[in-house]
């Protein structure tokens, strides 16, 4: 009876071992010596991976990582970059690439205080998220972040048009489909998209 019962902790042990191991995915961060170092980084909430990151390196070595010590890291094909909120001059989080390009994409999440206590919850609990804007969008808590050159802007439904046409003012084609509707604040993945190919397309 004894050897059975260590046999059902062991077992379950295991499992759970298993189980903590297979939270990670293949990976790599990036030092602001620019080093690249390849690992394994832990599947987390989404929130938390916009503020730090669990990381393990080839070696086995384990870490806990954030914007004070890199300034981006791959995880499987979603990559995350060491960024200041527009709104707040005093704080890095980690912003996830959607759209690379001429304009970049970048999406966040409203941190839980959860996660993320003091001036900095208190501060995004304030930022109203993208379904404020946009009601089709599921996740309540994603905001969307444009970058082109020095313009970071984040995307206000409310002024979406007058927002929109300073990173697309270079093509009429985009801004003339703002105007009359077909462009939308509903559509800024497909208007994203469309702009980076048309530009391509100019500077070949």
């Known amino acids: 009876m004894k050897k059975i ?21 293949k ?17 987390t909430s989404n929130s938390e991976m916009y503020i730090k990151i669990y990381f393990k390196d080839a070696l086995g070595n384990q870490s ?31 912003f996830k690439l959607k759209f690379d390009g001429k304009i970049k994409l970048y999406e ?12 900095i919850s ?9 379904t404020t804007y946009f009601p089709n969008f599921e996740n309540q808590n994603t905001i969307i972040f444009l970058e082109k050159d020095d313009l970071v802007k984040l995307v206000d439904g409310s002024r979406f048009k007058r927002q929109i046409k300073k990173f697309v003012k270079d093509d009429q084609e985009i801004i ?27 500077n070949l």
Do not use: A, C
């Open 27 to 43: 990976g790599y961060v990036v030092t602001f010596n620019k080093d690249t170092i390849h690992g394994e980084i832990k599947q």
């Open 176 to 202: 003339e489909k703002i105007v009359d509707k077909t462009y939308n604040e509903s559509e800024i993945y497909s208007l994203v998209r469309k702009y980076n190919e048309n530009y391509k397309k100019r």
């Open 5 to 25: 019962y260590l046999l059902i902790i062991f077992i379950f042990i295991s499992t759970i071992n298993l189980l903590s191991q297979n939270n990670y995915s």
């Open 122 to 130: 208190s501060e995004y609990s304030n930022v109203k998220s993208i």
């Open 64 to 94: 806990v990582l954030n914007t004070n010590t890199i300034i981006s890291y791959k995880i499987d094909n979603d990559y995350y970059y060491r960024k200041m909120h527009p709104y707040s001059y005093d704080y890095y989080y980690f």
């Open 108 to 119: 966040f999440r409203k941190i839980p205080e959860t996660i993320e206590s003091g001036n």
